[in-house]
């Protein structure tokens, strides 16, 4: 099985915890990471201090990234995104946008905020599937942590698609 984690993280957070769930994975398969960079960084590493950030997030913009790799070769995309404002990270829904081929792929959806709310995996959970994916699971991650129990989760659910 080929799995692909694709993630946005400006403060380390959510980097984290694809480094736990890749690091969880890859002795059953072959793991692929993707950090989705934008072709302009936010400048700082305060985002609720940011403009740009505030105003990209609010008014739902696309900022332009530098490449989305083709999804075809991947049994299952885990797309990873920091909560900003309650809403997903802009450099992730333009990887979302861009997202092609790839009606009923399976995915796993995780979102990383300083609460830790599932709602926020629900929001996702709902972006990800109006794209035209099958969402498998989506998690919400206090910050960097993420227990074993849902790492747990994790490999139960890639082991229900092989």
């Not at 940011?50 to 490449?67: E, G, Q």
């Not at 997903?88 to 830790?116: D, L």
């Amino acid at each position: 099985m080929k799995v692909l984690i694709a993630y946005y993280s400006k403060t380390g957070n959510t980097e984290a915890i694809s480094v736990a769930i890749k690091e969880a994975l890859e002795s059953t398969c072959q793991v692929d990471v993707l950090k989705i960079e934008m072709v302009k960084q936010y400048a700082g590493r305060l985002s609720h201090l940011n403009p740009r950030i505030f105003f990209d997030t609010i008014l739902n913009r696309k900022p332009k990234i530098r490449s989305v790799v083709d999804l075809t070769q991947y049994d299952l995309v885990c797309v990873g995104t920091p909560n900003w404002y309650g809403r997903t990270a802009p450099p992730v829904n333009t990887f979302i946008e861009e997202m092609t081929h790839i009606e009923g792929k399976k995915v796993i959806g995780f979102v990383s905020s300083g609460w830790g709310w599932e709602s926020y995996a629900d929001d996702f959970r709902r972006r990800l599937e109006k794209k035209g994916l099958e969402v498998l699971k989506a998690l919400s991650f206090t910050l960097r942590e993420i227990s074993e129990s849902q790492l747990e989760g994790i490999r139960e659910t890639l082991a229900s698609i092989k």
